[in-house]
C-alpha cells in the first residue's frame, strides 16, 4: 500500500501535551513541516519561552534553548550572533512578546536582526491563568477581567505584528490564522517565506498566528473556532502586512 502521508522529520516522538482544541499543535506541525522541507533541522536552534509556548522545546527535533519569560528575542539574538551560520527562530504567546517581551521584540525589529519569530496570539496568558494580556479583545473575559475588558481603564487590544512592520529593519511581516484548512495552508506559505528570509540574511520576519484558548476562553474547541473567526479576525489585521522589494524577489 503506498503511503501518502507521514509524521514530519521536524517533530520527535513525544505527544503534543496541550488542552484539546488548543491550535498550539498545527503551528508547530507547519514549522516543523517547514524546517524538513528547507532541509535545516540539523542546522536550526529555536528559543522557547514561558507559557504553553515553553513545551515546543519537547516536540521539534531541532536544537532549543530556553530563556525567561518575555526574553526569548535576546537569546535568539546572542544565539545567532553567536553563531550567524545557524538559523534562529523564536516560539512565543502573545503575553510572552507583546508583554513581558516587547522592548526586545521592537528592538530586534528595529535593528534588522536576522531572526525569525512567530507569535501566537490567542488574546489571553494561557498556562500561567488566564488573564488579560496587550491582545486580549474590547469585552472579552478573562482572569483579571471578570466583567470584561474595559477600553477607558484597560486600553485597546494591540495589534502587535502591524506595530512592527512600521520599523525599518522589520522586512517581512505577517498575521495569519489556523482555523481552516485553507487557513492552514496560508500559514505554513507565510512562515516558509519567513525562514527563507533569514537564510537570505535580509532582516527580521514575524509571522503572528491567531490560535485558540479554548480552556481559558471557557468554550468547546469547535465554539472556539467559531469564536476566533467572528471576534478575532475583525480586529487584527489580516495577510502579509509588509513584504519588502528584497523579499518579493525571493
Not at 514530519?8 to 499543535?25: E, I, Q, R, V, Y
Not at 516560539?91 to 525589529?109: E, K
Not at 525599518?168 to 485553507?182: H, L
Amino acid at each position: 500500500m503506498e503511503k501518502v502521508f507521514a509524521r514530519t522529520k521536524g517533530l520527535t516522538d513525544t505527544a503534543f501535551s496541550f488542552c484539546p482544541g488548543c491550535t498550539h499543535g498545527i503551528i508547530m506541525r507547519i514549522i516543523a513541516e517547514v524546517l524538513e522541507e528547507l532541509n535545516i533541522i540539523e542546522e536550526t536552534v529555536g528559543i522557547s519561552p514561558v507559557g504553553c509556548a515553553g513545551f515546543c522545546q519537547d516536540f521539534f527535533s531541532c536544537d532549543f534553548v530556553g530563556a525567561p519569560h518575555g526574553r526569548a528575542q535576546a537569546v535568539g539574538i546572542g544565539v545567532k550572533r553567536a553563531l550567524p551560520d545557524k538559523t534562529v527562530f523564536t516560539y512565543q504567546g502573545d503575553g510572552d512578546i507583546a508583554a513581558i517581551g516587547t522592548q526586545h521584540a521592537i528592538h530586534a525589529a528595529a535593528r534588522g536582526e536576522k531572526i525569525t519569530s512567530i507569535m501566537v496570539n490567542n488574546a489571553i496568558y494561557g498556562m500561567t491563568g488566564g488573564q488579560m494580556a496587550p491582545t486580549t479583545l474590547e469585552g472579552m473575559k478573562t482572569s483579571t477581567s471578570p466583567h470584561g475588558r474595559n477600553a477607558i481603564t484597560d486600553g485597546l487590544p494591540m495589534d502587535f505584528p502591524r506595530l512592527i512592520a512600521n520599523l525599518e529593519g522589520a522586512v517581512y511581516v505577517a498575521s495569519v490564522s489556523v482555523d481552516t484548512p485553507k487557513n492552514i495552508i496560508q500559514a505554513k506559505k507565510a512562515i516558509k517565506r519567513a525562514f527563507e528570509v533569514q537564510r537570505e540574511g535580509l532582516g527580521f520576519a514575524l509571522v503572528s498566528v491567531l490560535s485558540t484558548c479554548p480552556t481559558n476562553w471557557g468554550m468547546s474547541p469547535l465554539d472556539s473556532l467559531k469564536w476566533l473567526r467572528e471576534n478575532m479576525m475583525s480586529v487584527y489585521a489580516m495577510g502579509e502586512l509588509k513584504v519588502t522589494k528584497e523579499v518579493e524577489r525571493l
